[in-house]
């Protein structure tokens, strides 16, 4: 009786050596996927209760930095955390709007979760660049011309602004293309720019228009600034003219190209 063929060997050995490889591979594909997942499902529910159910990750305190003028009293109260809920639920978003909506006076704020109990509140104040004199009181204005709090006593060292728009002539123009708001922003952006020996001795910043701010100095002196552009050549040329006519009371550096200097 003749032996088997080559090819009858071949089918008796794939059969007796299972499925191919790529089948048994997609089956153990399969197995892994499925103890992963049990795996997934009998840690994660203790894992949400950890952080949902428990007493362990719960916001049971707040922590404020970064207040100057402002207590951390103040900020904590204005933040309205909810105390005693879980952690990882508290909506910090939230929370920074309510602290920035409350207290103008915040610039920014930024509420990062402390684990495991915390909240801590990182705030930045608005610093006053001017002050605005009104009803016996003290408006602040910060570097963006806005204007954040009022006042009893204005905070030392920081110029008054003084707004003398004319509903006639140049300046009413002036009033109407711009609009206030506009007028002091362009009045800050001159206190940015005054040179720090300047800014030191400002007492006023006037506006009459645009085109036409200028600084009283606590010594009496009167400095013609013009509009708001080009303000550092400005401030370079105001610093020359004062060292080469320091007797002078009146500077205009309006132009900084053709500054002038006049009195004593």
Avoid: C, N
């Amino acid at each position: 009786m003749a032996g088997s063929t080559t090819a009858e060997r071949g089918e008796r050995q794939q059969r007796s050596s299972g499925p191919p490889p790529a089948r048994r591979l997609r089956r153990r594909h399969v197995r892994v996927i499925v103890i992963l997942g049990l795996a997934l499902v009998f840690l994660g529910i203790p894992g949400v209760w950890l952080f949902y159910g428990s007493d362990w990750l719960r916001a049971e305190h707040v922590s404020v930095s970064g207040t100057r003028v402002l207590t951390p009293a103040q900020v904590e109260a204005a933040a309205d955390v909810p105390l005693g809920d879980p952690l990882v639920s508290v909506d910090t978003g939230a929370i920074e709007a309510r602290v920035r909506r409350e207290l103008p006076r915040i610039d920014s704020v930024d509420a990062v979760r402390s684990w495991p109990h915390g909240i801590d509140l990182e705030v930045v104040e608005r610093t006053p660049v001017l002050v605005v004199h009104t009803g016996g009181k003290f408006v602040e204005v910060d570097d963006e011309g806005v204007r954040f709090a009022t006042v009893p006593k204005a905070p030392k060292g920081v110029p008054e602004l003084e707004l003398t728009l004319s509903r006639s002539g140049s300046a009413a123009a002036s009033l109407r293309r711009f609009g206030e708001s506009r007028l002091v922003r362009e009045a800050v952006a001159v206190a940015r720019a005054v040179p720090a020996a300047v800014a030191r001795d400002t007492r006023t910043v006037k506006v009459r228009s645009y085109d036409d701010i200028s600084l009283e100095l606590r010594d009496g002196r009167t400095v013609a600034w013009g509009s708001s552009e080009k303000g550092p050549a400005k401030a370079r040329t105001l610093t020359a003219l004062m060292k080469a006519t320091p007797d002078a009371g009146y500077f205009d550096v309006s132009v900084p190209t053709a500054p002038a200097s006049s009195g004593s």
